[in-house]
């Protein structure tokens, strides 16, 4: 899932203006990235490690939903709709990311930055992808019933 270049289509000099714009950020093993239901800090492009995703269900109980590894964007969701997060995400081991920080973001949408505009369309097409990937799973999963 982690397929999708966020800096594709940018030129040489945008895409050395986004990378100045990242945050470099580590987290150990079992400590949370995103947390459901909380802000969302921006958009994470990890590059080392994988990541568990999980959501509570209506009992209160943690359900794991996948496993993620590297290389992989985390936070499109909320980046693009400014909500919370969706969903918890915590490192499975040592994840190494850069943090495209939310209010970063925004700035650059709110001045109608082209750069930010492409990284919009490429967070776009990531999600696409993820939402046809979601519906394969669950045609697979209504076929058995």
């Not at 940018?10 to 990378?19: A, C, I, P, R, T």
């Not at 590894?69 to 969701?77: D, Q, S, T, V, Y």
Request: proline share 5%; charged share 25%; net charge negative.
């Amino acid at each position: 899932m982690g397929e999708i270049d966020v800096t594709e289509g940018l030129s040489d000099e945008q895409q050395k203006g986004f990378e100045m714009l990242l945050q470099e950020r580590i987290f150990e093993k079992d400590v949370p990235i995103l947390e459901e239901g909380l802000p969302c800090p921006g958009l994470f492009l990890m590059h080392e490690g994988s990541v568990s995703v999980s959501k509570f269900d209506m009992g209160g109980l943690e359900r794991l939903i996948t496993e993620i590894e590297a290389p992989a964007i985390l936070g499109e969701l909320e980046l693009l709709t400014s909500e919370a997060c969706s969903a918890t995400v915590k490192a499975v081991n040592p994840v190494r990311s850069r943090l495209l920080p939310m209010s970063t973001f925004e700035e650059l949408l709110d001045r109608g930055d082209p750069a930010a505009v492409r990284v919009m369309r490429n967070l776009a097409r990531a999600l696409g992808a993820k939402l046809n990937a979601t519906n394969e799973v669950y045609v697979d999963l209504a076929i058995w019933r």
